[in-house]
């Protein structure tokens, strides 16, 4: 099945980039919120991204407004009725993306497919509440989506080897290269594998053993991590770090996914990392 018409749910930093990523790859795209607010800091933080690559070199003026042009965007999620591939990417709630399917399901001819893009949430749970369990799929897109090369393709419990083909074929398309799980994992493979570690960076933080700038630099220079695992989490958010490990935790009951104390603490604060201006470090 080749994918003509891309939609994206959720005009946040996952949301846009997906959508900017494939605008850039010549897909005309919309991109929905519910919120007016949240498109306009949407488009406002895509157009400065395009004028810095224009400003370096990368890019010329009639490419940004090209990209600009191919990106349609609405509060109106019944427009994807007439979309082949739907990409949620909003917040990490269950519930949310539940309702969120639900509506789809009706919406969308019975041939679309449906994305989520979560870390940590069931594919299957999120596919129970449609018609069409077999067309669900999970793809993790890594911030930021326009630059990250992998994409997580994460399978439900029915989720079919034609849909799984679909999703590999979209996510090269994009220039991506796609890894897939054999079954539903919960947070896939990358998240899985580094949340304890970032939660054990957290605690050695908070342990008072060494300042977030050494802890990183460790890390950095000692086991060749390009990114310190404490701007790590403030990159990623604290928040959806803290829902992440609450997820894994809760399915797993595995101590090493316990969300740590601190991370509770600064989330409490609102102190949630680069989006905030302040999360390990101040931005």
């Known amino acids: 099945m080749e994918i003509k018409k891309p939609f994206v749910i959720g005009g946040g930093i996952m949301g846009a980039g997906i959508g900017q990523l494939c605008a850039q790859k010549g897909f005309d795209v919309f991109v929905t919120d519910v919120s007016d607010d949240v498109i306009n800091k949407a488009k406002d933080k895509i157009a400065k991204g395009l004028q810095r690559r224009i400003e370096k070199g990368k890019i010329t003026q009639k490419d ?38 639900k509506s789809l399901d009706a919406i969308c001819s019975p041939e679309t497919i449906l994305v989520t893009n979560t870390t940590a949430l069931s594919v299957s749970e999120i596919a129970s509440v449609t018609q069409r369990p077999d067309k669900v799929i999970g793809m993790h897109f890594f911030n930021p989506a326009v630059i990250m090369k992998l994409v997580e393709i ?4 029915d989720t079919s ?6 999703a590999k074929a979209f996510a090269e398309v994009l220039g991506k290269v796609p890894v897939v799980t054999f079954k539903e994992a919960p947070a896939g493979i990358v998240s899985r594998v580094l949340a304890s570690l970032l939660n054990e ?23 060749g991590h390009p990114i310190g695992p404490l701007a790590l989490i403030d990159m990623i958010g604290l928040d959806i770090h803290l829902a992440k490990m609450e997820t894994l935790y809760g399915k797993l009951k595995d101590e090493r996914y316990r969300p740590p104390e601190i991370i509770k603490q600064m989330v409490g604060e609102g102190k949630l990392g680069r989006k905030t201006g302040e999360g390990f470090y101040k931005y």
């Open 64 to 101: 940004m407004d090209s990209v600009l042009s191919r990106i349609s965007w609405s509060t109106d999620m019944d427009l994807a009725r007439e979309s082949d591939f739907v990409i949620e990417a909003v917040y990490e709630d269950i519930d949310l993306k539940k309702d969120i399917f």
């Open 154 to 157: 994460i399978r439900g419990d």
């Open 161 to 166: 080897d034609a849909t799984v083909e679909t």
């Open 201 to 223: 960076a957290a605690t050695v933080y908070a342990d008072g053993i060494a300042s977030a700038e050494d802890i990183d630099e460790a890390m950095k220079l000692g086991a």
